[in-house]
């Protein structure tokens, strides 16, 4: 077991450590030491994007990340089932699909009417059978997270379908909003950069 | 909770009845018009059934135009008259 010993250090380092150390000592199991929830959140995702099985436990104020090596491919996401109509339906995880959002307004043009079309495009992302995996938010669409912002409702409402919403940290830090985020978790840019390098992102 | 859905003529009507209802703290929500309804403007407020008298005499005393009210039955909108919510005043 490789033991990657991040206390004190700001994110990103601890994911920067642990990648490190993944990379040198590729199937073998590690376990990270950071002394922030914020920094175990993302080494714990660093981790399952790199399809190691991931346990977290906090001791002592500490938080102590096991990334066990997987030998086998991870297990395709199962589908949950939706009752409607009578009829038993599958709502499908598109396991690739995840929608990167860089405004709190949908398209070009008048953001007042962008601002609408979020807001309905939220709700019909709920309504559907086919959710994306993840949102990432990025720039102005953390303003959505904000606890007066009509969107925030609808992001809990996806998040409560098991889609995740990932904010970017600075983004969050610049508009004033860390403190007060009620949604999703915070994500950093080593984490972002890494997403939208090895997954099909849909940009709106 | 029943719910009901106001569906209007134009996006201006929807827009200025999301901004009007969140103004006055009254609870709903800006959404695609259902496929079953039409398209109408595109845009419609799902509130609370209970509210819709309400809701439309703030539309009147803002010059709303309401294009048409839904109730939800079976699982299905149907289209319902608007009288039964409109309170008539003495001009």
Redesign the interface.
């Known amino acids: 077991m490789i033991t990657v010993d991040a206390r004190g250090q700001a994110c990103p380092e601890p994911v920067i450590l642990t990648k490190k150390a993944m990379e040198e000592n590729p199937q073998k199991s590690l376990v990270t030491i950071v002394d922030n929830i914020v920094s175990a959140n993302n080494v714990e995702k660093l981790g399952k994007s790199r399809f190691y099985t991931v346990r977290k436990e906090e001791r002592d104020n500490l938080f102590y990340v096991h990334l066990i090596s997987a030998t086998t491919e991870p297990e395709v996401l199962q589908p949950v089932t939706k009752s ?2 009578g009829a038993v339906m599958e709502t499908t995880f598109s396991r690739g699909r995840i929608l990167l959002l860089s405004k709190d307004y949908l398209g070009e043009g008048s953001e ?2 962008g601002r ?1 079309l979020m ?2 495009f939220l ?2 992302l709920g309504e559907t059978y086919t959710l994306p995996r993840q949102l990432l938010l990025i720039n102005g669409a953390v303003r959505m997270t904000a606890t007066d912002s ?1 969107c925030l ?1 609808l992001l809990v409402g996806l998040a409560e379908k098991g889609v995740a919403i990932e904010i970017c940290g600075i983004c969050l830090d610049f508009y004033g909003l860390k403190e007060s985020l009620s949604v999703g978790h915070i994500t950093n840019m080593y984490t972002i950069v890494e997403t939208l390098t090895k997954e099909e992102v849909v940009v709106l | 909770m029943r719910q009901a859905l106001v569906v209007f003529s134009s ?1 201006h009507f ?2 200025n009845s ?1 901004t009007l209802l ?1 103004q006055a703290k009254v609870k709903h ?4 018009t259902p496929l079953q309804i039409g398209s109408f403007c595109g ?1 419609c407020l799902l509130v609370d059934l209970a509210e819709v008298r309400q809701i439309l005499a703030l539309f009147r005393d803002n010059k709303i135009s309401v294009g048409g009210l839904y109730e939800q039955c079976d ?1 299905k909108w149907q289209r319902v008259s608007l009288l039964p919510y409109i309170e008539f005043t003495e001009e």
């Open positions: 409607a109509e007042e009417l609408n807001k309905t709700y019909a009509p409702p | 996006y929807a827009a999301d969140t929500t800006l959404i695609p845009l699982e």
